[in-house]
Every structure is written in structure tokens, then in C-alpha cells.
């Protein structure tokens, strides 16, 4: 062992002395069982390792995983994978955002005396941390007036600094961190003119988030006029921990982990995250690792599903220790509409807090891909330096959206001379709108709005007669009532799954579309650096804002329920959810008009009312998605790299496959090779929650062309806790498709007693391989 150990001082030591200008950030995860004896932690033996060269280390992590984060070279990082105690050496990938009236649409409401709310005591003893841009806690979404003291059980502690004094927590915002060694160690040293080095928020996001989940109750409360009322968040007396891992560059998996190290060694009951970046296996994902080792004690992560829809496969977040959620719509909106010189309206969205233009005058309108002495394709999206002043001053100015921010082409418009602005959707974002906050008069159109406005402008311009095109825009205020709703917004991000299609991602939708929530100071509400408007909260749209609506009913369901464990939350949010809208149709894919599928939502959109009450539950054990990993052929250096223990993969792979995992979904990918005739087994097993007596019967409708058939049909319980197991066997026959073609059919299968109704997705996937 001292040799070795001193080889493993040796090799960092010199790692540590490279200056090599080709050097990136890694994560490297080391056998925790190997410290030598003479050090008490293994922080000490990594700092002491590497005493002389200090700057070079980043983060020492030693909850959710173990090892350390470091600048190195390629050559550098290959050669610690040789080392004995080095399990495994990972790249470092930088993350991205994913970037009021929601509670009341959820059904929570604080004058009801029985439901979750008053279950859960508004989830007052448990701590959701908030991993993210940080937050502004002078915002009344966090005072602690009323609350109790801080749990006992908390470990975690304000990061005091220049602009965020210890003061600044109290019983509500009981922590407070920040994290920006990885950042720093790729783009230097922070500009503290910009950004704070600090837990506080100079972005907004995090404190939006953050009162999403837990705010409290304010009145009034809107953004520049819009959504008047109360804002509150879904567990409104639950303690919110904040831990800033994002920067003006965006967000570090190495700062991301020790985040995830220091929630768990604090004590949250909940992580909440709104961030993700490119899909890798989980062995290189430290989103995933950090997940994990939060899961693994008790700990309900919620992750955002992605803002990339609405194509296939751009769900992120996937691992199925992670619930991931997609966002929705609800019954409220923002119209702005867009009168043009035909006589003819184009629906549209804003969140524009005024002056308003002329009610009495139309203005001359014009397209920005049009405008003579630009390319064309910059002038039409409307960047920076693409806009001719003399040919925008005085008109309302089409811009297409893409690129640049939505809010940032207002300001180049108005920078440049333009009256108002009118955004239009392109092909792949479909008629998914976003309302923004302007900076001037302007409001978003659909595609076909778009494109009817641009045919306006091109046959005006055509015609014989001397008028121009001319329009004019009408705000509308606040809407209620929206019908339908929910709707599967636009830009949510869609399966298959694409690390493990056997597992359905997103798991569930929440509302995630023009969502009201708490706001910093110092920062306009559209974001543009010379927005000088100031107003306590905001209306923002992503899977960001739907993962901490799920966040905090996560604590709410932790706090009624609190043996439960983060699978068998997720279980009760997924299969309570609903697939129809307020009109009891279908839900709605925003994109086409269309009825969504199952890709779109999951399971479907989150009933919390339903989610207290689900009757049986589908549980899962670390030891579990170890079994998992097995099955997904993980080397066992990649499942030590994820789970920190060591695993047989005989036995997992004998009993079962990857579908065999204990998931509240079900979905079976065939490759066609040939064979006329397919099929498979999925083994699931139950806890019952609901009645000590009681009896569930299996319904079953199969995907088109399947033959699906369960056994048991009949689940008898006598007894709350008592777990029953039942097989679904899938048969279907080979389907004519072209090479590379898939076709995809889904069905369900429900367990009732009559008076809850457990509902699972099931997917038959046919692939025609190349």
C-alpha cells in the first residue's frame, strides 16, 4: 500500500505541475476504500497530495461520489487511468438553463382543509435544494415570518461574502453556496462587475426556480400589469437551500458534483435541477453520478427534460433515478395580436408592459429578411449589426425567431429605430408561442401566423396600387380560462429515450409556460442588459419551470408520506397522471395542433391531489439499478464509477433485462432481423399504499398489432406495505419497414380497486435495422 501511495502522490504531483495550454477539466473518481490509514478524510489525502500545487485542484468530492476535479492534458489524464486507486477519469461537459397561477391549476389550494397541502403541513420540515444560478433572497417569496425553527436534522450553513451576508438566510432560506472552481479554471477569473461571487443571483433563473418550489404567499403579486393575484409555490412553508453552480458561460459538471456533494452532506430532502446538456452514457455524466448518490440516500432528484422539442429525441436528464419533466401549458395566456392593413388578425403572446402603440394609427410594416443591404439571413433574424436604421425607424419590423434571444431582437429593432416588433415562429418551432417580457411593443406569432404575415408584406409590395403594408399591434392583458389546457408546450423535450429506450423519458409534464415567480432586483425583466425596468416578479417559460413545480410536490408527498422513498414518489406522480385536457379530450402537442403521444409526456400531466392517494406504488433499491446497469452491459469499473459498489452482473443478468427494472412504465424496443414472430416479458412488482384490504384487477389495452397478457389478473393485499409481483408478456409480429424505419405503438395497463386507477404507459417499439 505505501508503495502505491506513493506513486499516487508522485503522478499528481507532477499532473499537477503541468501548465500545458491544451489542458481541460476532469473528474476523477477514485476508490474511496483505498485511503491509507494515516490520513483521517479523503479530503486530506488528495489536499495533502497535492500541497505544493494547490491551484490545480478544483473540488474534492466525498458524498456523491469520491475524487476530485482537475485541469489536465489528455496525455495526463490517460495516465491516471492507470493508476490502481483511479476508477475512472471523466471529461468535463458544460450544462445550460433550461430556460402566479400554477398551484391553483395543479389543484392545491390553501383554503382547502384537507388535501395535500394540509397533509403535508405545506411541507414545512423539509429542505428542497435548489441547484442553479443562485438566488436574491431579499424577495418576499423567501421571508420566514410564521415558520417554525430550521430542522434539526440541517447541516448546512450561509456562504457569507461581500453582497450575501449570513443575514441573508433565515428559517426559510436556510442555505445558501456557491461553486465556481470549474468555471473559473476554463474561462479565468470571474468579472465581478458582471456576476457575483456569491450565492446571490445575477441571472434570475435560480430565484425564479426556487419560488416556483417553495415561495411563499404573496399579494399582490404580476409582472408589469399580467397575472395579478397571489403567487405562491407548491410547498410554500418548505426550507429552500440554494447552491449556484451557474455563471455567464453557463454550468460546470465539476462545480455541478461538489453541489450535489454539499446538498446531501447538508441534509436536503429534495434536489431540484433545471439544467442539462448533451445525453452520454451515466458513467460520464456527472449529473447522473451526482443523482445517484443523492438517490442512494433518500434524496428525490427532479431534472428538467430539455427545451429541444419538439423533434424526437431530445429529452436529456434520462437516468432513471432521476425524475425527469417536460413542461406544459395552463389555462391562462397572454394575447397580443397582431391587426394587419387586410383587416385580418394573427393571433399572438406578450408580456408587454407598455406604452402601447396608437390604438388609432396603422404603421408601416416590414420584414427583416427583406431589407435591402443586409444578407438576408441575418436582417430576417433581426442580429446584431443586420438592421439598416433607415429603412426600420418608424415601422413595426418582422423578425424571425432563432438565434439571438427573442428579447434581444426587440432591443436591436428598437436600438435601430423600429416602433415594434413581431416574431414569428419557424417550421420546426410550429405554433408553440412564448410570451416575453419586451423591451418595446411586440408580441410572438405562430408559423402560419408568420407566414401569412410575410405573404401580406410580399403581395402588397407587389401590388399596382401605392400602399404599403401596414399593421399594428393589440395587447390584450391577462386571459383566464384557456380551453385547452393542458397542452404539451412546444419547445418541451420529446423521447425516445436515447441512452435507454427501454425506460420512457420525460416521465411526466408540469406546467412549464409563462409561469409567474419571484424576480431579483437590479435585473429588467427581459433580461437586455439596458432593460431598466425593475419589478419583483417574472413570467418565464421551459422544462426549468416545470421540474420545481415537481420539486415541491416531491416535498409535499415526502412530508404526508415520509417512509416513502424517491421511486415511490416518482411511482405516485406518474401514475396518477392525467392524459387529458380540460375539455376531457386528449391532450395536445402545442407544436402541431394535434393529439400528443406518449413520447411527448410520459406518463402524462401531474394530478398532486391524486399523486397523496395512489394505492400501489412501484418501489426501487439502489441495488436495483445496479441490476439495471448490469443489464445495460456497464462495465463494473462504469457501475463503481456511478454507484461507488462493486457489482456481480451474473446473477442481474440472468434474472432479467434492461426492461425488467421496476419502473411505473413500460417500453420494449424489437429489432426486426428477420424474425416473423416477437416478443418479451417484463416483471414488475408492488407496494400497496392504499387499503390494508383490498383488490386490484388488471385492464389492458395493448398497443395496435400486440398481444399483451398479464398474470396475475387479480391482486389481493391484506395488509399496507405487503408487495405482490405480476408478469406482462408482449407478443407482435414483424411490421414491412424500410431500412432505418421505426414503428411505434402505445397502449396501457392499469391496476384498479375500484377506486383509484394505476396507470402505466406501455411502448412496442419495431426498428428496421440499417
Known amino acids: 500500500m505505501a508503495f502505491f501511495f506513493f506513486l499516487f502522490l508522485l503522478t499528481l504531483f507532477s499532473l499537477s505541475s503541468s501548465n500545458d495550454l491544451n489542458s481541460l477539466t476532469y473528474i476523477v473518481h477514485v476508490d474511496h476504500e483505498a485511503k491509507p490509514s494515516i490520513f483521517p478524510t ?5 489536499t495533502s497530495s497535492l500541497t505544493s500545487t494547490s491551484s490545480s485542484i478544483i473540488h474534492t468530492y466525498d458524498t456523491v461520489s469520491h475524487g476530485f476535479s482537475a485541469r489536465l492534458t489528455a496525455q495526463e489524464a490517460t495516465q491516471l487511468l492507470d493508476h490502481p486507486h483511479v476508477i475512472s477519469v471523466i471529461p468535463e461537459q458544460v450544462r445550460h438553463l433550461h430556460t402566479t397561477r400554477s398551484p391553483e391549476f395543479l389543484g392545491l389550494r390553501s383554503t382547502d382543509k384537507a388535501g395535500l397541502l394540509e397533509e403535508s403541513d405545506f411541507g414545512s420540515d423539509l429542505v428542497i435544494g435548489v441547484i442553479d444560478t443562485g438566488i436574491w433572497p431579499e424577495r418576499p417569496s423567501f421571508d420566514d415570518r410564521g415558520l417554525g425553527p430550521v430542522p434539526t436534522k440541517w447541516k448546512g450553513q450561509c456562504a457569507p461574502s461581500q453582497d450575501f451576508p449570513a443575514t441573508a438566510c433565515n428559517r426559510k432560506l436556510v442555505g445558501a453556496k456557491f461553486f465556481c472552481g470549474g468555471y473559473e479554471a476554463t474561462n479565468g477569473k470571474m468579472n465581478e462587475t458582471t456576476e457575483f461571487r456569491s450565492p446571490r443571483d445575477s441571472d434570475g433563473h435560480g430565484t425564479h426556480t426556487a419560488s416556483i418550489s417553495a415561495g411563499r404567499y404573496v399579494f399582490p403579486a404580476s409582472t408589469l400589469g399580467y397575472a395579478r393575484g397571489v403567487a405562491s409555490g407548491m410547498a410554500p412553508k418548505a426550507r429552500l437551500a440554494a447552491y449556484k453552480v451557474c455563471w455567464n458561460s453557463g454550468c460546470y459538471d465539476s462545480d455541478i458534483l461538489a453541489a450535489f456533494d454539499a446538498a446531501v452532506a447538508d441534509g436536503v430532502d429534495v434536489v431540484s435541477l433545471s439544467v442539462g446538456g448533451v445525453v452520454v452514457p451515466y458513467y460520464l455524466d456527472a449529473i447522473a453520478i451526482g443523482a445517484f448518490g443523492a438517490v442512494d440516500r433518500g434524496i428525490f432528484v427532479s431534472a428538467s427534460a430539455g427545451n429541444g422539442g419538439p423533434g424526437a429525441l431530445t429529452v436529456t436528464n434520462v437516468a432513471p433515478w432521476m425524475t425527469t419533466v417536460g413542461a406544459g401549458t395552463i389555462d391562462r395566456d397572454f394575447p397580443a395580436n397582431v391587426r394587419l392593413g387586410n383587416g385580418k388578425t394573427i393571433p399572438g403572446v406578450s408580456v408587454y408592459g407598455g406604452p402601447d402603440l396608437d390604438p388609432d394609427k396603422m404603421y408601416p410594416l416590414v420584414y427583416g429578411g427583406s431589407l435591402l443591404g443586409g444578407d438576408g439571413y441575418s436582417s430576417s433574424l433581426c442580429i446584431e449589426g443586420s438592421l439598416d436604421p433607415s429603412l426600420v425607424k418608424g415601422k413595426i419590423v418582422l423578425c424571425d425567431r432563432g438565434i439571438n434571444s427573442r428579447a434581444t431582437k426587440g432591443e436591436i429593432v428598437r436600438k435601430n429605430g423600429g416602433v415594434g416588433m413581431i416574431i414569428a415562429n ?32 410580399s403581395e402588397t409590395a407587389k401590388s399596382r396600387s401605392s400602399k404599403q403594408p401596414t399593421a399594428t399591434i393589440v395587447f390584450k392583458g391577462t386571459r383566464l380560462g384557456i380551453r385547452p389546457a393542458p397542452v404539451v408546450a412546444s419547445f418541451s423535450a420529446r423521447g425516445p429515450n436515447p441512452e435507454t429506450p427501454e425506460i420512457i423519458k420525460p416521465d411526466v ?25 425593475r419589478t419583483e416578479f417574472n413570467i418565464l417559460s421551459g422544462t426549468s419551470m ?7 410536490l416531491a416535498a409535499l408527498l415526502k412530508a404526508a408520506h415520509p417512509d416513502w422513498s424517491p421511486a415511490a414518489i416518482r411511482s405516485a406522480l406518474m401514475t396518477t397522471a392525467y392524459t387529458v385536457d380540460n375539455r376531457d379530450e386528449r391532450m395536445l402537442d402545442e407544436s402541431t395542433g394535434n393529439a400528443s403521444a406518449v413520447m411527448d409526456y410520459g406518463s402524462g400531466h401531474v394530478h398532486p391531489t391524486k399523486a397523496m392517494d395512489p394505492g400501489l406504488v412501484y418501489d426501487i433499491t439502489s441495488y436495483d439499478y445496479i441490476n439495471f446497469l448490469c443489464n445495460s452491459n456497464y462495465t463494473g469499473t462504469n457501475i463503481v464509477t456511478i454507484t461507488r459498489r462493486k457489482a456481480d452482473c451474473d446473477g442481474a443478468r440472468r434474472a432479467g433485462h434492461v426492461g425488467n427494472l421496476n419502473y411505473p412504465s413500460f417500453s420494449v424496443v424489437f429489432q426486426q432481423y428477420g424474425e416473423s414472430k416477437l416478443s418479451t416479458h417484463f416483471i414488475r412488482t408492488v407496494t400497496n399504499v ?3 384490504d383490498s383488490v386490484y384487477e388488471v385492464k389492458i389495452r395493448p398497443p395496435r398489432g400486440t398481444t399483451v397478457t398479464v398474470e396475475p389478473k387479480k391482486l389481493s393485499f391484506r395488509r399496507v406495505g405487503q408487495k405482490l409481483s405480476f408478469v406482462v408478456r408482449v407478443k407482435t409480429t414483424e411490421v414491412k419497414l424500410s431500412p432505418g424505419a421505426t414503428s411505434v405503438e402505445t397502449g396501457h395497463i392499469v391496476w384498479s380497486d375500484g377506486k383509484r386507477n394505476v396507470t402505466s404507459p406501455l411502448v412496442v417499439t419495431l426498428q428496421q435495422p440499417l
Do not use: M, Q
Open 426 to 457: 419557424g417550421v420546426f418551432d410550429g405554433e408553440g408561442l412564448v410570451a416575453d417580457c419586451h423591451v418595446l411593443p411586440a408580441t410572438s406569432v405562430g408559423g402560419s401566423g408568420g407566414d401569412e404575415i410575410r405573404r401580406y408584406i
Open 690 to 692: 392504499g387499503d390494508s
Open 546 to 552: 416545470a421540474c420545481p413545480h415537481v420539486s415541491g
Open 509 to 533: 409534464i408540469a406546467p412549464g409556460l409563462n409561469i409567474l415567480a419571484a424576480w431579483p432586483d437590479k435585473i429588467g425583466p427581459s433580461g437586455v442588459p439596458t432593460d431598466n425596468r
Open 42 to 46: 479523503h479530503r486530506h489525502w488528495y
